[in-house]
C-alpha cells in the first residue's frame, strides 16, 4: 500500500498567520483527501483533491480558509489561513488505493 | 450519503477480558467498512476492513470484526484485551459520490484498560 510523508508533524502559530501542510506520496495516487481532527472528536472530510481540477469541498469548509494544492499525482498541499484558537487540531491527509485508505501521520497545530 | 455510529464513547474493560466495539452503518447496498486504531499521540492504524465476502473478518493485533447485514452492525471483537489496546478506535465506511470515494467516521470509541 501507499507510504505518505507528511510534514510538519506539528507547530505552534500566531493568531492570523497561516500554516502550510504538505503530504507526498510515494506512488502516484487520482484522489487526496485531507481530514480534521479536533480535540477529542473523530475524524471530519475537509476537502478531496483531484490533480488538474480544483479541490472539492464539504459543508462548513471553504477555499478561502483551506487553500489546496495539488500539483501533481503525488504530492498535495493543505494551508489552513487567518489562523484563530479554533483551528488547533489535527490535520490528516489521505489516499485510497486498491487496499483500502493510507493516511499520514498528521499534524498537530496549536494556534496561540 | 453513507455514515457510521459508534454508540459507545467510552469503554472500560479489564485486561484479560473480552472486548466487543458496536458500530452501526447506514447504506443500502454492501457497503465497505473499516475499523481504524489511534494510540495518543499517534496516527492511524488499519485493524481491517470487510469489502466483501466472509462477513467474519480476522485482522492484525488479534482482532476480528464481523459484518451483519440484518444488523447493519460491524462490531469489533477481541477475545482477550492487552494494556496496550488503550486507545481510539474508529469505524468508517466508504462514502461513494462524484467528488470521489472518500471515508466517512464514526465518533469514536475510546478504550481503557483496567489492570
Redesign the interface.
Known sequence: SAVISQKPSRDICQRGTSLTIQCQVDSQVT?M?WYRQQPG?????IA?A?QGSEA?YESGFVIDKFPISRPNLTFSTLTVSNLSPEDSSIY?C?V?TG???T????TRLTVV | AQSVTQPDIHITVSEGASLELRCNYSYGATPYL?WYVQSPG???Q?LL?YFSGDTLVQGIKGFEAEFKRSQSSFNLRKPSVHWSDAAEY?CAVVNFNN??????????TRLMVKP
Request: proline share 0%; no cysteine; aromatic share 16%.
Open positions: 484522489m483527501f472528536q473523530s475524524l471530519t472530510l478531496t483531484n472539492t490528516l489521505s485510497g487496499n483500502g485508505y493516511f499520514g501521520s498528521g | 473499516f499517534q496516527g492511524l488499519l476492513k474508529f467528488a470521489g470515494n472518500m471515508l466517512t467516521f464514526g465518533g469514536g
